[in-house]
């Protein structure tokens, strides 16, 4: 779950606006000044000074994601060799029209076998 959390905080929001700022910066003289907000401070420094800690930054933040979307991928194909191995099945939705009377039986009237969630 933690892995989930982190990973839709950080996905759209640190690694695009990182990358905004170093498209933004690049093609700017180095001794033009600018402001870095970092720890709720607003720093003037450099466009110089500025960038190569940006650009580390978005390293940082990418290597980051891949590395919480690989843990995810391990965690989501444990999960689904624990459903198998235990006969884990997911019980679908009823459509609207449907009543609930009957749902856990299948066709044939036999009771179904195996773990619903």
Known sequence: MFIIVTYSCLAPNSSTLSSLVVKALTPMDGDRTCYRMTGGVITQRTVKEVLPAVQKNLEGIEALIKSLVEQLKAAEKEAEE?????????????????????????????QASGILI
């Open 82 to 110: 624990f459903r198998v191995q235990h006969n884990i099945r997911f019980q679908r939705a009823a459509p609207a029209g449907s009543s609930g009377a009957g749902s856990s039986e299948s066709s044939s009237g036999e």
